[in-house]
Nanobody
Framework: QVQLVESGGGLVQPGGSLRLSCAAS????????MGWYRQAPGKQREWVAL???????TYAGPVKGRFTISRGSGENTVYLQMNSLKPEATAEYYC?????????WGQGTQVTVSS
């Protein structure tokens, strides 16, 4: 079992930056990939970024070049640095971890981009 807790969300003006954090606990040694997803009001949850255990990263098209996913030196933290934020980035952001057999989710952290 893996537990995930996100933090760092908030209100930011368009063009601003935020850094989201996710702390994993439990069977962290079993985690392979970690990622971020988001869900805007009235829309389906969508994938944002992924990082593998070997630190290979991939990004969804709308965030490429502006968002950066990274993992801490240990295996229990993942970050999402979000720059040049746009109003359409407003959503609940979820951390996810995969252990080869099951995908785990955090409770989410709200990001609102508005002037």
């Amino acid at each position: 079992q893996v537990q995930l807790v996100e933090s760092g969300g908030g209100l930011v003006q368009p063009g601003g930056s935020l850094r989201l954090s996710c702390a994993a606990s439990g069977s962290i040694g079993s985690i392979t990939n970690m990622g971020w997803y988001r869900q805007a009001p009235g829309k389906q949850r969508e994938w944002v970024a992924l990082i593998t255990r070997t630190r290979i990263t991939t990004y969804a098209g709308p965030v490429k070049g502006r968002f950066t996913i990274s993992r801490g030196s240990g295996e229990n933290t993942v970050y999402l640095q979000m720059n040049s934020l746009k109003p359409e980035a407003t959503a609940e952001y979820y951390c996810s971890a995969y252990d080869g057999g099951r995908q785990y989710w955090g409770q989410g952290t709200q990001v609102t981009v508005s002037s």
